[in-house]
């Protein structure tokens, strides 16, 4: 089959190619997947420059899948289904970028009829994390939850998850809360849309230093803040916090990240929000925008010369 491969020499940067491997053999409990779709993640970009210490090489790169099941157990026999990666797939096994992939039986979900493969294979990692944020700020029917870049990939499933929890949502775009276009960098609008109170939980997806602070400062008495990103590019990820506001405001800081979960626990997940998928109450990104491009032109989409890359498999 064909994969592409990311090789590493020494220290050097590992560098991307297209092989001939041979197709995996599932084992007891594992799925051989015909891959239809693989996304390109921002994650699987960073691993592809050697940005994971414990990524071993050569490695079949690619986190996020959708395919259908061609090996396993017979009640997956033939079922499309999608998934995503735990901290070894596409790090020190192989992962989804190619033609075939084996997946334990636990860590994929079942693909929901009105989503193309495509779609499904966008979804894998910003719903399992924004499932994840939510669960780790322990959200419930009655908070607000204010979003902090709440229309990219992870934010927007954060909003959506929890408007269909009943959660009232305030959506903030990097310069300040999006209501009726309104651009305020101190979030005071946050406080006015809750009677004073600010909201219970802030997810930040954006990892701007000054946008952080201002939300901090919003939070409700026993509010809680979940980091799911920091700043990148040699920029200082030290956070200063005010421990006196935080301990009589009583707020928790909550860091979440599902590349340290185990690919059962994600596919779990997955299952759960399964029938929010097929019902329409969460949406995945419409197929024309996911940049699709073939496995030959795979290395483009890792170099940004396509944007939203999605490796799609014809067959």
């Not at 020499?9 to 891959?35: A, C, D, M, R, Y």
């Not at 870049?149 to 305030?170: E, R």
């Not at 006196?244 to 909550?254: D, G, I, K, M, T």
Request: hydrophobic share 40%; glycine share 12%.
């Amino acid at each position: 089959m064909k994969a592409l491969r990311a090789t590493r020499q020494g220290s050097s940067p590992p560098t991307l190619s297209i092989e001939e491997v041979p197709i995996p053999k599932p084992g007891p409990n594992e799925l051989l997947i015909k891959i239809r779709a693989s996304a390109v993640q921002p994650a699987d970009i960073l691993n592809s420059k050697g940005g994971f210490p414990h990524t071993t090489f050569p490695r079949t790169l690619g986190k996020d899948f959708a395919g259908v099941v061609v090996e396993g157990p017979p009640s997956w026999k033939d079922q499309p289904v999608f998934g995503t990666s735990g901290h070894s797939f596409s790090f020190t096994i192989d992962g989804a970028n190619a033609e075939y992939a084996v997946l334990p039986a636990d860590a994929v979900a079942e693909k929901s009829k009105n989503l193309s493969f495509a779609q499904a294979a966008s979804l894998g990692t910003p719903l399992t994390t924004a499932s994840l944020t939510l669960e780790r700020a322990n959200v419930t029917q009655s908070d607000t939850i204010m979003v902090l870049g709440a229309t990219g990939a992870v934010g927007s499933f954060v909003m959506q998850i929890a408007q269909a929890k009943g959660c009232k949502t305030i959506s903030v775009g990097r310069h300040g809360t999006d209501v009726n276009s309104t651009v305020d960098p101190t979030l005071q609008t946050a406080r006015t849309l809750t009677n004073g109170k600010g909201p219970d939980v802030v997810v930040d997806t954006v990892g701007d230093f000054a946008l952080t602070k201002a939300a901090f400062e919003t939070l409700a008495f026993n509010g809680r803040m979940a980091f799911i990103t920091a700043p990148r590019g040699g920029a200082s990820t030290e956070l200063g916090v005010d421990i006196l506001s935080l301990y009589r405001r009583q707020v928790n800081l909550v860091g979440c990240n599902s590349a340290g979960l185990e690919q059962g626990v994600l596919g779990s997940m997955l299952r759960e929000l399964g029938p929010l998928l097929e019902e329409g109450k969460l949406r995945a990104p419409e197929e024309g925008s996911l940049g699709l491009v073939g496995l030959d032109r795979a290395v483009e989409a890792y170099e940004g010369r396509v944007k939203k890359g999605v490796i799609v498999f014809g067959g």
